[in-house]
């Protein structure tokens, strides 16, 4: 593969150096173009994921733009021929949403319903080359939200999906109130209470429902894909929450059969990562397990054109929700199954057929990149694709329009995405410029990628992100990232954005510690039970061999900041570090491993990563909890926490601001009621990123003024 392991070296001795586009940087005859802001993030265009005609001829895609002044939020809808390069507007009915192609100009998507029916409904039309809907039709009416939906390939069958009682066997089942106050009450035996950012409603899931489709209406009563309700019947949510999509399920090629992803909703499923992949056959009554044999993740059902074969995803140990996603290929006329990528040590995150069934095109983070690969399913053979000059950077939304043609979108640290077309498997070219000029307009940054020697001479990767074209020493800001199985690599983020804070004057380092994805199972399997070990001596060694490699960066004048993991690590460091850095920023950070435990809710997480639950093995969880370090804390900290926060819940940066406050550390503490683990609402994403500023300025300022 392109990206193999290098020899280790003792210090950063291989470097890749990249700045934004040559178009950024061209300044002949105009102004000097201003650093970037907190609300050119905030209001920066949006790219949404393209969807594409059966025929490869005509794409659909949309931009969310926020107004610089009000921070209102709109989408528009483009649709672009590919050969001509032609566009043109869609306008698509007011409240709209999520249009998808299926067949060559028939379009389906989600709006408000009409007679009969209340909430959000799926509609469809077609769509003229002049970007006029014509033949415009309510395919649902029910008396509830349609949530999303998936439409077979050849347009005869319709999934959708809601949040609908067990007990229902119709969509829009009329249900009577749990009681006469607000109460919830839940039973031991039910599965999760809250998750994420929102409690449960007792007994009602997202559950999935089909019906066939002629002339593009609805031409039968729908069908609950997981069955009646009784003993040992399926319950459980479909998508997967919180963050499951439409990749949870998919159409057999001739829409007879749904392939659906669920986890069964119990005692045990907080501590379960064992989600399967079920198949539900029109004329059924109730779904078939696919996978009950795995007891660990399976999911991303991708059924070939054919219909022949079944790609998916697979993790191999239970209950570890970062685990290797392996591609498995499901015979459906035998039921044999193999594991394509067992020999590749990469972890994929998306399948997609060639129209021919010939290749299965996938993604997988691989040292910084996020890269898309042909995987050959006769024999397991992984290609790199290298569809970008330079670095992939992050690729995404990876669709084929013909059997060697490829529409994917692409981001990086220097700029947000757009999408691209790539035929015959070479780079591709740029369609869209949804935010091209835009960035063009700011002032450059440069990215450096570095590799040094970590924690027992493995090789450990980062990245330094700096303005271009400054003179003088750049105060240093440690980026550490969370997961913590996860990675700062080459992508653009609406949050955690490199650029944006290296536009303010500072140069971002950002390692990728022992845990981080993309180099590799075993690296990221050592952090287990090692939170404060390894990750820590690589975060030490790589800011000194940032420094060494670039000798404008001040050491003197550094912080360090993270959110999630990395807000633990900003917890570790105050207690383990103390007299490093002139300032902290600790986001959504854990506190006390104790009450942590006792509060969050994917139980499975912090008992994989500290080998049992709290009473199991307390000893390792007070080893590595940053509380029993408070009396060394010295070192000024921004505490930033979201009240509707249920993974880390806000409690903990309550617990470590008290601690601050008790021992005269300069601090504050920045709450947001209405957000949970990230901040995502636009004026809550500005005051964010001001406060942030506000803080490393003062800390990190020039002292002379």
Not at 378 to 397: K, P
Not at 422 to 431: K, N, Y
Not at 610 to 637: C, H, I
Request: aromatic share 10%.
């Amino acid at each position: 593969m392109r990206n193999a392991f290098k020899p280790l070296a003792l210090l950063a001795l291989s470097t890749a150096f990249l700045t934004t586009p040559t178009l950024a940087q061209d300044q002949s005859g105009g102004s000097t173009p201003a650093p970037m802001s907190a609300r050119d993030l905030v209001t920066m265009p949006r790219l949404g994921g393209p969807t594409v005609s059966a025929d490869g001829k005509r794409m659909l895609y949309s931009v969310t733009s926020t107004d610089e002044t009000s921070l209102a939020r709109s989408t528009q809808y483009r649709l672009k021929t590919l050969a001509s390069g032609e566009e043109v507007a869609v306008t698509l009915p007011e409240g709209a949403n999520s249009p998808v192609f299926v067949g060559k100009d028939r379009l389906y998507f989600l709006a408000p319903g009409g007679r009969n029916s209340k909430g959000m409904q799926v509609f469809t039309a077609i769509l003229r080359d002049n970007g006029v809907l014509a033949q415009t039709d309510q395919v649902t009416r029910y008396n509830r939200d349609v949530s999303g939906f998936e439409v077979s390939p050849q347009g005869n069958s319709l999934a959708f999906f809601g949040d609908v009682p067990r007990e229902c066997t119709q969509f829009d089942c009329a249900t009577e109130a749990a009681g006469p106050g607000s109460g919830m009450l839940f039973d031991a035996d039910d599965g999760f209470v809250r998750h994420w950012d929102s409690y449960e409603t007792p007994g009602t899931f997202s559950r999935v429902f089909v019906a066939p489709l002629k002339d593009g209406a609805a031409a039968g009563a729908a069908v609950a894909v997981d069955g009646p309700e009784s003993d040992g019947s399926l319950v459980g949510d479909t998508p997967l929450r919180p963050f499951g999509g439409l990749e949870d399920m998919a159409w057999s090629p001739d829409g007879t059969t749904l392939y659906f992803v669920a986890r069964q909703a119990d005692r045990a499923e907080p501590t379960s990562t064992n989600s399967d992949i079920y198949r539900f056959s029109m004329g059924d009554s109730a779904p078939s397990n696919l996978t009950d044999a795995n007891e660990a993740s399976d999911g991303s059902p991708t059924p070939s054109p054919d219909g022949k074969s079944l790609a998916y995803l697979a993790m191999a140990r239970p209950n570890y929700e970062s685990d290797r996603q392996v591609v498995m290929l499901r015979d459906l006329s035998t039921g044999q199954v193999r594991a394509l990528t067992q020999g590749f040590d990469r972890s994929f995150a998306s399948l997609a057929w060639t129209p021919d069934s010939r290749w299965i095109i996938a993604t997988a983070q691989s040292i910084l990149d996020t890269p898309a690969f042909r995987i050959d399913p006769r024999t397991g053979a992984v290609t790199e694709l290298d569809l970008v000059r330079g670095n992939e950077a992050h690729i995404g939304n990876v669709t084929p329009v013909g059997n060697k043609a490829l529409v994917y979108t692409r981001d990086s640290i220097a700029a947000p995405a757009e999408a691209y077309l790539s035929e015959g498997w070479s780079q591709g070219v740029q369609l869209t410029s949804v935010a091209t000029a835009r960035i063009a307009a700011l002032s450059p940054v440069e990215t450096r990628r570095f590799e040094f020697a970590g924690a027992g001479g493995d090789t450990v990767h980062g990245q330094i992100t700096k303005p271009s074209g400054v003179d003088g020493r750049i105060p240093a800001i440690l980026y550490v990232h969370g997961g913590p199985q996860g990675s700062f690599n080459d992508g653009w983020s609406s949050r955690w954005n490199p650029r944006v804070l290296a536009s303010q004057g500072y140069a971002v380092i950002s390692v990728d510690f022992h845990g981080s994805t993309g180099y590799g199972q075993a690296f990221t399997d050592a952090i287990n039970r090692d939170w404060g070990g390894k990750p820590l001596e690589d975060l030490q060694k790589g800011l000194a061999a940032a420094l060494a490699l670039d000798s404008q960066i001040d050491g003197d004048r550094a912080c360090a900041m993270g959110a999630s993991y990395g807000g633990y690590m900003m917890n570790w460091i105050e207690g383990n570090w103390p007299d490093r850095f002139k300032c902290l920023v600790q986001h959504d950070g854990l506190f006390d491993m104790r009450s942590f435990y006792y509060a969050t809710e994917e139980l499975w997480f912090p008992r994989w990563d500290f080998g049992g639950s709290y009473a199991q093995n307390s000893k390792l969880y007070e080893r590595w909890n940053p509380v029993n370090y408070v009396d060394n804390w010295q070192t000024p900290m921004l505490v930033v926490t979201g009240e509707k926060d249920y993974r880390v819940p806000s409690t903990q940066a309550f617990g470590a601001f008290t601690a601050l406050q008790e021992r005269d550390i300069p601090a504050q503490m920045l709450v947001f009621p209405d957000e949970n683990h990230w901040v995502l609402k636009p004026a809550n994403s500005l005051q964010w990123h001001e406060t942030v500023f506000g803080w490393l300025d003062r800390w990190l300022g020039d002292e002379s003024e």
